[in-house]
């Protein structure tokens, strides 16, 4: 497993907000956490990247205990964050944007990605490629967000909802991009509300409300509980 994530609690000042929060993701893998508006997916996240600690529980990444730790250190070994209001720097170009996130971490082994190699993956992204990132549509910049995560060459990727807000045909040409990376052998990690993109792109799901893992599963499995979906959903 590339993350193994035990028992964990998270407060926010005196309000906890996870309880007992278990999970894993195993190299090559798509796994998705699924929930409504303020079910605990956003501070599952940030607590797995550091910026929200954990009150107790154990967080593992490639096996080594990462609770505690600053976001800087877990992002060297290799954990990418894409937050979910997408933070592009709005007075660069879309390669300026892309070239300062330029870092290989220690552990990682496969091809290092390039700008040109973002360009493969988001064609959109290359015709844009002196633009400025203030002036791109919500589902450019959320290309944008994810290809300058990859620039950092990242073991594991956080997408924190990474369609929310987004046409139709935007979803579904980011769930083409979601599984080549897939094909690329990328591990990810996702958040999200909307169940038609999760189960286009995903392998496994975690289904969270009120900060309590309900299911977890095969996307067939859970596909086929018509209660999870009615209960935690609203599908």
């Known amino acids: 497993m590339i993350l193994e994530v035990d028992k964990v609690h998270t407060y926010y000042g005196t309000s906890?907000?996870?309880f007992d929060v278990s999970l894993s993701v195993d190299?090559?893998?798509i796994v998705c956490l699924l929930g409504r508006n303020g079910a605990g997916k956003t501070t599952t996240l940030r607590t797995l990247m550091g910026l929200t600690p954990c009150k107790s529980g154990s967080i593992k990444f490639?096996?080594?205990e990462i609770k505690s730790r600053p976001p800087y250190y877990i992002a060297r070994l290799g954990m990418g964050y894409v937050p979910d209001n997408r933070l592009?720097?709005?007075d660069l170009t879309v390669r300026e944007n892309l070239e300062l996130?330029?870092?290989v971490p220690k552990k990682f082994s496969g091809e290092p990605w390039s700008v040109e190699r973002v360009y493969e993956l988001f064609p959109s992204l290359k015709k844009l490629d002196r633009n400025l990132g203030g002036y791109l549509s919500g589902g450019e910049q959320q290309m944008l967000t994810v290809g300058r995560t990859l620039m950092g060459n990242p073991e594991l990727i956080l997408l924190d909802e990474p369609v929310e807000g987004l046409a139709p045909l935007v979803v579904r040409e980011f769930a083409s991009r979601i599984r080549s990376?897939?094909?690329l052998g990328q591990t990810i990690l996702?958040?999200?509300q909307n169940l038609a993109f999760a189960l286009a792109v995903a392998q496994r799901a975690y289904v969270i409300d009120r900060g309590r893992i309900r299911f977890?599963?095969?996307m067939e499995e859970l596909g086929a509980n018509e209660e999870v979906k009615r209960k935690y959903l609203m599908v």
Do not use: M, N, W, Y
Request: hydrophobic content about 35%; aromatic content about 8%; charged content about 20%.
């Open 16 to 18: 906890h907000i996870l």
């Open 27 to 29: 190299r090559g893998e």
């Open 62 to 64: 490639h096996g080594q």
């Open 88 to 90: 592009v720097f709005p």
């Open 101 to 103: 996130a330029i870092k």
């Open 181 to 183: 990376l897939r094909t």
């Open 190 to 192: 996702f958040s999200e």
């Open 216 to 218: 977890q599963g095969s």
